[in-house]
């Protein structure tokens, strides 16, 4: 059974960091993309960020591009997002996901397994 735990969410002021992790247990990652999703209540999941099974080009939305960064430790299975220079729209929870494939979609159906998610609340 694949199981993926996130951790390190909470509730920061505006401008601060948080570093949230993902260990996955059940299946090696090695072989395939990571991904951290975000979702507010009442719209859709999206992509944050992703990076390829060797942690090489990352992909990042416009919105967070610059201030969050994905990283993945394929020995520990498991995948990091550094988020600096929060903002209250970050306010979301924030899932991570293993892909069906070897390279970042932004597609939420090209992902297999999820988290239960982790809340990060940003205040003003």
């Known amino acids: 059974q694949v199981q993926l735990v996130e951790s390190g969410g909470g509730l920061v002021q505006a401008g601060d960091s948080l570093r949230l992790s993902c260990v996955v247990s059940?299946?090696?990652?090695?072989?395939?993309?990571m991904a951290w999703f975000r979702q507010v209540p009442g719209k859709e999941r999206t992509i944050v960020a992703g990076?390829?099974?060797?942690?090489?080009?990352?992909y990042y939305s416009d919105s967070i591009r610059g201030r969050f960064s994905i990283s993945r430790d394929n020995a520990k299975n498991t995948v990091y997002l550094q988020m600096n220079s929060l903002k209250p729209e970050d306010t979301a929870v924030y899932y991570c996901?293993?892909?069906?494939?070897?390279?970042?979609?932004?597609?939420?159906?090209?992902?297999?397994?999820w988290g239960q998610g982790t809340q990060v609340t940003v205040s003003s």
């Open positions: 059940g299946r090696s990652i090695g072989a395939y993309a």
């Open positions: 990076v390829s099974w060797n942690g090489s080009n990352p």
């Open positions: 996901a293993v892909g069906s494939s070897s390279y970042p979609s932004v597609r939420v159906a090209r992902y297999n397994y």
